[in-house]
């Protein structure tokens, strides 16, 4: 063995031993995350509806009385308040905003902390991958998964820098993250290898590295889109007057409005939308230089298009009233499973001209 293909092999080890170490790190991030929201107060959000619940102690409370107009006595609903007034910035949504308890604002800073640690660590795994190989680190599903996570915390980790309070995000992400670095290093492993002669092309940096800024940011929004509809049930639950379990109030009471989530979720998605474009774009140029057609209807261009024209649909709904709300969410959660089956079903299951890199 020469030295330079020992070294590549010692870099491709390193690289397995800092994806190990991120893990190790992001589980003690995830446990951090748990015990903010424990220990973390409710919303402004969670005491408001809170209040409007019934307890031994509001039992005796009167309820308000308002007079129609022949004598009939009725009595009135209080008012959910699912955001804080406009201009106001008393008590903000979710958890890690100000106002929060100290023990459970520290350990969402320790929670956060503890992220940014595996993010770094993780980020070098994959760039001793790439240098093991001397390529572009995700010429594979082990190496797209590795990037995907990777790029995930980032987007994560920078929306937290521009001072946006989305740190309820943290324990979903994390929770993702291991599940999708647990399975890359189980199942979708692969060793260090060099390019299939189609993928010789600077269009690889170009097309695959948005694509997954694309996939990762789409997450993001997932993510908001499922925990507005699961906030959405709970705030309709209440301004019906039911009564939300113990752990439903619990899990609920620490998340943003609806409104606030809705609006989080079609942002992501609105944003990234236009890059996405470009990536199908660039895939096919890409394509009309490795095999002399721009557009062949392969399993993978097929899926690209039906994601787009998923998201598509989904943008267009919310600006159409009758589509605005839940209808709007499971269009956008169809368009991120379409975008889910076309980076695990069709590398895995269905064969094509995508099909060079294995698993």
Known sequence: ?????????????????LIYSSMAVYTLAFFAHIAEWVFGSRSKVGRTAAALSTSPAKASAAPAVKAQAGGTAV?????????????????????????GTF???????????????AFLVEAGGVITRALSVQRAPWANMYEFSITFSTVAVGSYLVLLALKKNVRWIGLPLVTTVL???????????????????????????????????????????????????????????????????????????????????????????????????????????????????YWGWDP?????????????????????????????????????ACWLFNYYGVNIFVSGLHSYAGV
Request: charged share 15%; aromatic share 12%; proline share 3%.
């Open 103 to 117: 023990k459970g604002d520290l350990y969402g800073r320790i929670a956060v902390s503890l992220t940014v640690v």
């Open 179 to 293: 599940l999708d670095l647990g399975i890359a290093v189980t199942t979708l492993y692969t060793d260090s290898d060099q390019l299939v002669p189609a993928l010789h092309s600077y269009w690889l940096w170009i097309h695959v590295s948005t694509a997954i800024l694309c996939g990762a940011v789409f997450y993001l929004g997932a993510v908001g889109t499922i925990l507005y509809l699961f906030r959405d049930s709970y705030e309709n639950k209440l301004a019906s007057g039911g009564t939300p379990g113990k752990f439903a109030s619990s899990v609920m009471e620490r998340l943003p409005s609806a409104s606030s989530l809705d609006k989080f979720a079609y942002r992501i998605n609105a944003a990234v939308f236009p890059l996405w474009t470009f990536t199908i774009i660039a895939g096919a140029i890409w394509a009309g230089d490795a095999w002399g057609r």
């Open 300 to 336: 993978k261009e097929v899926w690209s298009f039906i994601t787009w024209v998923a998201y598509a649909a989904y943008l267009h709904a919310r600006a159409t009233a009758g589509w605005k709300g839940r209808k709007a969410a499971y269009l956008a959660l169809v368009a991120f």
């Open 75 to 99: 009595l009135e609903r209080p008012e959910v308040i699912t955001r804080s007034a406009a201009g106001t910035r008393d008590v903000p949504d979710g958890p890690g905003a100000a106002g």
């Open 1 to 17: 063995m020469n030295l330079a293909a020992a070294t590549n092999e010692s870099l491709a080890e390193a690289s397995n031993v």
